[in-house]
Every structure is written in C-alpha cells, then in structure tokens.
C-alpha cells in the first residue's frame, strides 16, 4: 500500500459505523418489543440490583473466635452424693470457654474405682450408650458364661469394661455367671439417672439486658430460654442430655454505616431427639477424676455425664459494592435484550400478517455473480428458508 | 412444502447473514466510539484479567488443621504458692495443642475448699468477674442480712457462690451481716491479681528461624512478639488476661507453582480492651484440681486463671483458571460495547450537526402499503421522535 | 414541538425496528458460522448448565456441628505400670466428644514429680521433642557446667524443665557436671516409648454397620481402618503419634431430594511423617495429674501421651436454581455469539475472494454533502482500511 492508502486507512478508524435499521410499522411487534425490554430492565434493576444487591462482591469466608462464660450454682441432694453445690468450675466442662461448651445437667458417679478384678456388670445401655431409660437387656451378652471356657483370659468384653481373666463368677446354685474382668472396679452400675444438676437456672447474674426479641442485639442469655427457642423441655433434655446449636448470623451491607451490620440469632437442637434408639439421640459422655491413696495406689471416681452441649456456630456474609459483579449483570441483561430482539424478529418475520414483506425488507440478498441487481432486495416468496438463519 | 423448497431451506440455512452497516463520516463520533472500545477493553484486560484474576474460579471453602506447641519454663515466687516453677503442663489449658490454646499469666487460687457452710465474701468484681482492679463493691448486695429472715434458706445468691441456708452470720455488735451459704468453703477472696506466671517468655526454645518480617514463613513464634504485634503491652495483658487472634491467610494462586503458595499471618487483640467495665474485656475462667483426703473426703482447689488465649483463624481462598468465569466477562465486556455503541449513536443521531441526515441513512423507514417507496429511505423531519427507539 | 408531532412521537416509540441483514450467499461462511453457533450452544449446554450446574446459585458457607464417640478398653503389661486396663474414660482427650479428639496410644510416664531441686537431664530428643527415637545428644547444652560459674541462678535452661539454683552438680572425679534445677523434680527421663496403648482396636463394639464402600453413609468406623484408609501404618503411627483428618464432603444439589443429599467421607495423613527430623512429624503432648500427699504437698504424675489426633473437618456447598446465574450465563453465551459473527465478518469481508463486494454490501458509505448518492453503497478498492473497523 502506498502512503496514500495508509493515511486513508488510518482516517477510515475514525469513521463510525452504524447498523442499518429498518422501521417496521407494526405496532404489535413494536409493543411487545417494548414490553420485552420492560421485562428486562425491571428484573436488572428491581430483581437483581435492589433486591439481590447483585451490584455487590460478596465474602462468606469470616474469622470467628467466641468467648463464652456462665455464671451461676445450683444445689443437690441426692442419696449418693448427698448435699452438694455445683459452682461454674463443677458443671462446666471445658472449663476455657470456647465455642463448644457443656453443661452438665445429669450425671452417673462410680466412685473409688481401682484397677482390679470383678464382675463385668450389664448396663442399662441395650446397643450404645445413648439410651440410659430402656433398660433392655440385663447383662452383656458376651460377658455371660456357664463356664471358665466361655471366658478366655485376655480377650476383651465386646461393649464392655475390661478385659477377660479366664474365670467365670457364678453365685452359689446358679448354672449361668458373669466373667471376671480386670477393669477399673467395681464397674458402672446400671442405672437411670434421676437427679439433674440444673433444676434451675435463673439463678444466673444477668449485667444490664437480656437477650430477647425486645433487646435482640444483648449477648447474654438464659440457658432456660435458649433450650425453649429451641424448641425443647428444659428439664427432658438435662435427663438426657443433648445438643443445641446456638447460630449467629451476620449478614452486613458494607455500603451502609457498620452500625447497621448486627448479628442475627437463632437455636435449634442438633441431637435427634424423636428417635429414642437412634445412635444420636442425647449427649453424654465420661470423664474420670484421678486420685491416688496413702499407699500410693491409683483409684479414679468416673463420671457418665449428660448435659447440654452447646455449639456456637458463627456464620456471615459482607457484601461491598463491586464494579466487576455489576459490568457483568448489566452486561448480561443488554445481551439478553439482544434475544429479545431476535424473539420479535421471529414474531415479525414469520408470524406476522405481512411476513413476507418485512422479510425481503430486512434480509437484502445479494449475489456477486449478477452485480446488477446491487441493491434491489428481493421479494419472491423463497425467503421463508431463512426461519432459522436469523440468530 | 415440496422437495425443491426443502432443499432450498437447508441450502439458505448455510447462507451466512451479515448486519448491514452505514458508515458515518463523522470523525468526532469515531473517535469517541474508539475511546469507548478502548476503555471497555483496558477495563476487561487491565482491571478484570490482571489486576483481579476474575478468569480464575476461586473457592473459599477451606478445610484446616492446626497443631500448636508451646516451650518454657517461668518462676515464681509469691506468699500464697511460695517458690514455684511453671512449666507447660502447668499453665497451657487445654494441654492439647488445637487451634485455640490458653496460656496462663496469673491466678487466684483459693486452696483447699471443701463442701461447707461459710458466709458469703463480695469479691471484687462489682458487676461480672470482668474487672478485677476494680473495688467497687465490698460485698455482694445480695448477701447483706440483718437477720435470719433476709437468707430464705434454699435460695441461691444473686453473683454468688453458693445456696443460702437460713442463717446470718454478723460480727458481734455489728447491726449488718452476711448470709452463711452452702458452698465450696472458703469462697474465692477479693483480691487483686498481682503476680506473672510468664513474666518472661524468652526462654522459649528455637529451633532454627523465628518469625518476623524477614522470616515471613517460619512457624515459631515469641509469645510476647504475638502480643506486641497485635498492638498490646505483654504486662498489662498478663495481669488481666485478654484474646489474641492469629490469622492465617492463604492466598493460592493454583496456576502458579505450589511453592508460591505461602501464608500471611497477621496478628490482632480480640477482647475489647479500652472499656474497662466492658463485658468482654480481658478474659479468664475459673477452674478446679479435685482432691481426696485419706477419709475420703473431697476438697479442690480453685483456680481462677488469668491469660492470654490465642485462636488461630485460618482463612483462605484459591483461584484456578475456569473458562466460566472468563467467558462471562468476555461476554459482559461484548456487551457492554453494544452500549457503547448505542451511546455512540445518541451522539450522531440527535447532538450532532447532520443528524437528520444520519437518522435517515440510519433507518430505512417501509411502509407495506406503498411498495413504491421500497429501498428509499425518508429524509423529512419528522424522525425526530425515534429518540428513544434506537435501543 | 406541536401536538401533532408529540403524537408522532409517542406512536414512533411503537414502531418496530429491526436490523437490516446482507445475505451473503458463500456456503463456507455460512457453515463456519453455524459451526461456531453450535460450538457455544454445545458449551452453554452441555459444559456450563449440565456438567457444571451453573445455573445454580452455591453457597459454601456451612455450619456443622460434630459429635464423636468412642468405644472399646485395651489391656498393658509394662514394668513401668503394671497391669493396666484402659478404657474411654482413660485414653480419649478431651472427653467431650468433640471434632478433634486424641486416642493415647503410647505414653511416657513421669510419676511423683514435685517442686524441688534436681539435676536437669538431657531427654532424647535433640531439637524440638518431636523425634523420640533418635538419641541424638546425651545432654542439653545449656544444662552442661565445670563449675557453679556456669549456672547462674535464676536463669532457665534453654530446652529444659526448670530454673537454674546455681549449683553443678558432678559426679565424684568426673569433670562435667550438670546444673542443679529448681522444676518439678525428677524431670522427665530419656527414653523411647515402646508400649502402645492401643494394641488392638477391634474390640469396638460396633451397632450394626460399618464404614466401608459398601456401606459409605455409615457413621461408625474402626480406628484402625481409619488409619489404614490414610495411607498409614496403625503399629508405626501409634508409637510416635499423628494427625489424621477426616474430611466429610457434602455437596448438595437443592432442586433434588434431601434425600441425595448425602456425605462422602475421605481420609488423610495431615502431619510430616516422611521428615523424620521434621519440626511437625509425629504428634504428643504433655499434660500431668495433680495430687496432694497427706502433709498437703503437691505432686503430680506428668504424663507425656503420643497418640492419634483426628480432626473431622466438614465442608460442602449446596447449589439451588436462581436465575441470575443463569441469566448471566445464557447473556454470556449470546454476546460471545456476537464475537462469533464478528470473526465471520472478518473472514467473508478480508479473506474470501469476494471480500471487495461484500465489504462493499455491508457496509453503506454515507456523504451528507453529496446527496446523490444516497443509497448506493461504493464498490471502489478502497475499503480495505475498515479492516479494524467492523467491531
């Protein structure tokens, strides 16, 4: 190219092109087409930007950390124990404070164990520990025996405490024994537990507010409250224990003042409580507190434990206004406009009256070969072909 | 439709449709639609593609695992405990080394409390257990007596340690007194904390590296660096303990080598430190060694510890290549060139001297009715009001 | 303007307009742009809407609670300990039932520690406790003295249990000594632990189904094929600990039932064992048990554990139909069509043969000037330079 050429090809950059419109008359067409882009321009500007804030980046990844702590006593008179008052240091177990803490509500004692000798006793807990109210069989199947033979020393009790030692205890005149175990002895005692450490806990010393529907914003709750949001009896669930999800929603608007960015609360119980049996339902476990006597022998008084777990789980999402979030969804609703326009393109050329018309109007055909017929579209009747050759 | 006009529709379906274009000698227009096509695109490359990778699909959800250890050793020497040498075992609670440990600082510790009858001492947080250098109220409101009456028996006090039995203890010829109270006996003291466990820290063994802004990926760290970092005084946090939090952020290239793949730590105080009487100012929790006396008796002693916790977060996010992503902001950056487009249009339609003259090339107005007018678009005025129409 | 014309005006708004097509009857173009039309239909299709499901919008963020449980006793025969009979209470820490637990399967044991002075002893392991194994150095260096010079008192021994008193201790004629320490007394000795707690693991009593690929929803798992599942040896993890994560995946699709929502449970090795000498290989902790002798002296028995740590970690994201990806994913598609025509254009108006002619159809010169010209569109040479102008 000469430098001519490049000049004429460097101001020809500057030449805006522009489509090439025909004006169709139809008011039909024209009215849907205007309804379609209505349509559109309420969903983007209602649907997506106001109400979804679509406009928005958002970031669900958050850093949590949860201090919690409880305060109050509770007292209990129970044969075993006797009297006894239970302080925060008592029921609370860890006793830190994290996001997961336990309240004990109930509890099974076997004081004094050491390690010895005896019987493997059956335990009231038919297939898993979860259900200390059914007392479904007495004794641990592979724990009963008739003979030394049917406990060979050193196997281990299925579902049991301890450790087989070979001999099998029989009570005088009786055909069928229980097998000696070596085990933290004597072994927990089949039992329901009946007391509950928490009769009451509105004993708690409450700062200045609550948290209630009227103060949703106070950190401070009732443990008795908490339970009833949930949906449950206080004083079924500290019989058996359970699990209780206390959830903290934060979903801020970054745009707005941090004021205005508040935590949301909710309770529900984790533990399935309507079936009984299930391998879920309650919440308990054991813990032993060690001793060791004046010969200096090891004994431990071990603790089934129920209460109530409560799982604080932290959840949110801040959302910020974003430009890339809001080129792509206004980007996506002018291309959506474009299918519109094929949408009533279709209309017009195919379903409309004067369908023909329009189509030789729009679709100029052209053909090298024959350079006379240059600008004259044609108008024959050939050009419904054409129905899917629009897009 | 017979064979021949089927033929013809698959023949016409491989003709390739092209929009019509008129080109506008406008140079002005050109260039302004140039600068539109120019910062769309440096938008979509510079912004969209390099600055935020936003052809990467990135994924927060992240599945971590933190292992903590702690060294040293720290000596005291107080009248309560006499000579005493702390190591970890002593003073990091829970021993397990997860993502939130505790690290004990200072202490109350109120020995050998067994299950009795004693009066009720106000301790010397006025309103929570928050303030400990405080000395606000002398002693709890709820404990004060005149008589028997004022100590229903079975009641539990208000912020207190125990059960009220029934009874007021008062000093001779002294008109007030306070209610005796079933409880852990003696109760904790009013006391202001005074001494460090971990006056010094840097006794901590290193292995090789420790980290700082030159060691930015070595995982051993100085406890009081932590704290310094987080913009706190080791000394004034000891004494009243308070919650440091340790982000770790990962920030994954995954089209990059793994290598490059490095956490960010930073460090912040989480406890609210500035307002003294706040609720979640400073951090400690009480808990208790049980013991056993050769009757049989238990007795324990509490402790409430003070201390610096530290939450390790770990948060993160990584970002790979999809062609979701990339196609979506190719596509909204097409788009939004329509616009430009359409704005551009505006301009030479209706601001420009010869709109007039461009509406009518532009839009080629048919009427089906007067097939006269077939391929000669209208030049009056009256195109005026397809202002709005052009879109 | 007039009342008619504002008529105009509004009737014009309902005028349809469509763009003006050339039909270009080159077969080659035709089918390259079908080809790249059906290209991106197969791709929204198939990859984005069938393969990807991105017409669901994902939430990641998830709150999950974790419950363990764990069964079954082990039985040791150690001259350290004797006869010892584990069970839950014992080798489970912490006892909650939390998603990190730890299972003790070795221990160094450390009994009748109390405050005194003593020499300090060199452990086993070199730099950092993590590698029980090598008997690297006999003592630790900063412990080593000739004279009492080389202790000075109140310092602590850097990797050591205690505070210096100021005292070498030396063995008569020997000329090394060690510093005397004020620490929990005596320290902790060098050794290799050799016993597993955990000999045997298939004494879980087990409800009634395992954790296999038969049965992948089934919550109750053998330790040991837990460990097997990771990649990892049970015999050589438990004598020197480890971490192993248990991922549980749920990924929902929410326009299907509940009931496919279902978890996928995978296992991994989450320490260093390959590095030996590694800083993270291996995993223990120490924590002591507390007791009171009869003159109300404390002593604690210090207990070393190694074990396996398990971390259940959940993750998942759950994905529901909502029409603004899918808008803005269909949006995508249809602009990326519009580049599509955009690279046809290129090839039917610069490399067809025909390219003079058809640019010459497409594109409609305009002169306002010469108003002669109206509507024949120019066929000269010159149009090449609109090469960079067609978008």
């Given at each position: 190219?000469?430098?001519?050429?490049?000049?004429?090809?460097?101001?020809?950059?500057?030449?805006?092109?522009?489509?090439?419109?025909?004006?169709?008359?139809?008011?039909?067409?024209?009215?849907?087409?205007?309804?379609?882009?209505?349509?559109?321009?309420?969903?983007?500007?209602?649907?997506?930007?106001?109400?979804?804030?679509?406009?928005?980046?958002?970031?669900?990844?958050?850093?949590?950390?949860?201090?919690?702590?409880?305060?109050?006593?509770?007292?209990?008179?129970?044969?075993?124990?006797?009297?006894?008052?239970?302080?925060?240091?008592?029921?609370v177990i860890p006793p830190q404070g994290e996001?997961?803490?336990?309240?004990?509500?109930?509890?099974?004692?076997?004081?004094?164990?050491?390690?010895?000798?005896?019987?493997?006793?059956?335990?009231?807990?038919?297939?898993?520990?979860?259900?200390?109210?059914?007392?479904?069989?007495?004794?641990?199947?592979?724990?009963?025996?008739?003979?030394?033979?049917?406990?060979?020393?050193?196997?281990?009790?299925?579902?049991?405490?301890?450790?087989?030692?070979?001999?099998?205890?029989?009570?005088?005149?009786?055909?069928?024994?229980?097998?000696?175990?070596?085990?933290?002895?004597?072994?927990?005692?089949?039992?329901?537990?009946?007391?509950?450490?928490?009769?009451?806990?509105?004993?708690?010393?409450?700062?200045?507010?609550?948290?209630?529907?009227?103060?949703?914003?106070?950190?401070?709750?009732?443990?008795?409250?908490?339970?009833?949001?949930?949906?449950?009896?206080?004083?079924?669930?500290?019989?058996?224990?359970?699990?209780?999800?206390?959830?903290?929603?934060?979903?801020?608007?970054?745009?707005?003042?941090?004021?205005?960015?508040?935590?949301?609360?909710?309770?529900?119980?984790?533990?399935?409580?309507?079936?009984?049996?299930?391998?879920?339902?309650?919440?308990?476990?054991?813990?032993?507190?060690?001793?060791?006597?004046?010969?200096?022998?090891?004994?431990?008084?071990?603790?089934?434990?129920?209460?109530?777990?409560?799982?604080?789980?932290?959840?949110?999402?801040?959302?910020?206004?974003?430009?890339?979030?809001?080129?792509?969804?206004?980007?996506?609703?002018?291309?959506?406009?474009?299918?519109?326009?094929?949408?009533?393109?279709?209309?017009?050329?195919?379903?409309?009256?004067?369908?023909?018309?329009?189509?030789?109007?729009?679709?100029?055909?052209?053909?090298?070969?024959?350079?006379?017929?240059?600008?004259?579209?044609?108008?024959?009747?050939?050009?419904?072909?054409?129905?899917?050759?629009?897009?």
């Open positions: 190219m000469g430098q001519v050429a490049w000049k004429g090809f460097f101001l020809s950059l500057f030449d805006y092109k522009t489509e090439k419109y025909v004006i169709a008359k139809n008011k039909k067409v024209g009215i849907l087409y205007r309804v379609v882009q209505l349509t559109i321009l309420a969903y983007l500007v209602g649907w997506v930007f106001i109400v979804k804030k679509s406009y928005q980046d958002t970031d669900t990844s958050l850093q949590s950390s949860v201090i919690t702590k409880l305060k109050g006593v509770a007292f209990t008179n129970t044969s075993e124990l006797g009297e006894r008052l239970w302080d925060v240091a008592d029921y996001n997961v803490f336990f309240v004990m509500t109930n509890l099974i004692v076997t004081p004094n164990q050491r390690q010895a000798t005896c019987p493997e006793v059956g335990r009231t807990e038919p297939l898993g520990s979860q259900t200390p109210t059914k007392l479904g069989s007495d004794n641990i199947p592979d724990a009963l025996c008739q003979q030394d033979e049917d406990c060979p020393a050193g196997e281990a009790v299925v579902a049991g405490n301890g450790v087989k030692t070979g001999r099998c205890l029989k009570d005088r005149d009786s055909i069928r024994g229980t097998c000696e175990i070596l085990a933290w002895c004597p072994v927990e005692k089949r039992s329901k537990p009946k007391v509950n450490v928490l009769a009451t806990t509105n004993e708690s010393y409450l700062k200045s507010c609550r948290y209630s529907t009227e103060h949703p914003y106070c950190p401070i709750f009732l443990l008795g409250n908490i339970v009833r949001w949930a949906g449950s009896d206080f004083q079924e669930m500290a019989l058996e224990g359970g699990v209780i999800g206390i959830q903290i929603e934060w979903n801020c608007d970054l745009d707005k003042a941090p004021s205005e960015c508040n935590p949301h609360y909710s309770f529900s119980r984790l533990d399935n409580r309507f079936s009984e049996k299930s391998i879920s339902s309650g919440y308990n476990f054991r813990f032993a507190k060690y001793y060791r006597d004046a010969e200096g022998v090891d004994y431990r008084t071990l603790i089934k434990a129920y209460g109530i777990r409560f799982d604080v789980m932290v959840n949110g999402k801040a959302g910020k206004f974003n430009i890339i979030p809001t080129i792509i969804n206004i980007g996506s609703g002018l291309a959506l406009m474009g299918a519109g326009a094929f949408f009533c393109d279709l209309v017009l050329l195919y379903l409309s009256k004067k369908s023909n018309f329009y189509r030789g109007k729009k679709y100029e055909e052209v053909r090298s070969s024959t350079s006379k017929s240059l600008s004259s579209p044609t108008l024959n009747g050939n050009q419904s072909p054409e129905q899917l050759g629009g897009l």
